[in-house]
């Protein structure tokens, strides 16, 4: 059994690491507010502050979001200081969750008004607009086209013997599969799959009355380009979405689920291999961390990643959490062109 444990790096040529997430963050509330600008005729707006309402709640928030390192980061504090059911943290999980529907919409074309007098941003779009229109990191299209196997129900789903493990909360893994399987929801992709997302994922869920159940909202109905779109993800932000729609974004630090934990635990456990891509080990998960690779002992583990710097600091952490005299075999892998698949999944 061979087992992913993946990080942000795994979705890196579609969706921003650390490097660049600002300047494509400062391109999302361009899009957003550029509907409102117009409807509202405000023909300026100065730096990153914009001035659509002196006490604009969702202004603020995705400016102090702007101030921290990560997302994570500023919600993790958001999370300490506030609390799990505070409007504050409801806000910044909504804000993070439209910000990746954002990310994955399908890009046609990239026209947007520019509401900031930011140069940076500017060029920043320039330069970068054919990766910010990749929904989809390639790598996984290479990676299901290589392991989707047909179940009894005629279905195209992973192996049984190989597990997902992701912190990512985009939808890079799911909506990859989803596109070997027409009509599939993403939900029951996941489902139908050992895929376990300690974060949750940033999507939302339809709250619908009529069949008193909730169902999934599959974006991919909605025009990118569309003030259908704009308007929406600006009126979720705003919180007048609450009552309709379900934020499945869920941080492992609110200890929600534990049965995600568990599964994943489970799965370590069980597995020969361990293939660990792009994950960084921030300090905030490492309470969760411990409990996983606590199950890790006399495995063989790939760690892929683009350099032996960020290989090096990934053993390193790996051998502070791992059991003491664990008989580990680590292994590095620094081509990161395609996702590394044992020889032991290949038929």
């Known amino acids: 059994m061979v087992t992913y444990l993946l990080g942000a790096g795994a979705s890196a040529n579609a969706l921003p690491v650390v490097k660049g997430f600002k300047e494509r963050f400062r391109l999302f509330i361009n899009d957003t507010f550029s509907l409102q600008i117009v409807n509202e005729q405000i023909s300026t707006i100065a730096g990153i502050e914009p001035k659509l309402n002196g006490n604009d709640f969702f202004v603020n928030q995705t400016n ?3 101030n921290h390192f990560t997302p994570d980061t500023f919600a993790r504090k958001v999370f300490l200081e506030k609390g799990i059911d505070s ?13 990746f529907l954002w990310e994955q919409f399908k ?28 929904i989809l990191d390639y790598r996984y299209d290479v990676f299901c086209a290589t392991l989707l196997q047909k179940n009894p129900s005629n279905d195209l789903i992973l ?40 974060n949750g994922t940033a999507n939302f869920k339809l709250n619908n009355r009529k069949q008193e159940s909730i169902k999934e909202f599959e974006f991919d109905e909605y025009n990118y380009n569309s003030d259908e779109t704009k308007t929406l993800l600006l009126d979720i932000n705003k919180g007048n979405k609450d009552k309709e729609l379900t934020n499945l974004l869920s941080f492992a630090w609110e ?23 792009g994950y960084s080990f921030p300090y905030f998960n490492r309470v969760v961390d411990r409990r996983l690779f606590k199950a890790i002992d006399n495995k063989k583990i790939v760690l892929q990643y683009p350099s032996e710097e960020e290989y090096l600091q990934a053993r390193s952490n ?27 999944l290949i038929v």
């Open 87 to 99: 409007i504050e943290y409801k806000s910044i999980k909504r804000i993070i969750s439209t910000y």
């Open 159 to 198: 192996p049984k013997d190989v597990n997902i493990i992701s912190w990512n909360y985009d939808w890079q893994i799911e909506k990859s599969i989803q596109q070997y399987s027409t009509g599939k929801m993403l939900s029951e992709v996941l489902k139908q799959n050992n895929i376990y997302k300690l």
């Open 107 to 134: 890009k046609d074309s990239f026209n947007i008004p520019f509401i900031f007098d930011d140069s940076d941003v500017i060029n920043y779009k320039m330069t970068l607009e054919k990766r910010i229109k990749e």
């Open 255 to 277: 200890n929600k689920d534990d049965s995600i934990i568990t599964n994943s635990i489970n799965a370590l456990k069980q597995s020969n291999c361990i293939v660990i891509i």
């Open 64 to 66: 102090s979001l702007l």
């Open 318 to 344: 790996i051998e502070e959490l791992i059991p003491p005299n664990s008989q580990c075999k680590i292994i590095p892998k620094l081509s990161v062109e395609q996702f590394y698949i044992p020889e032991e």
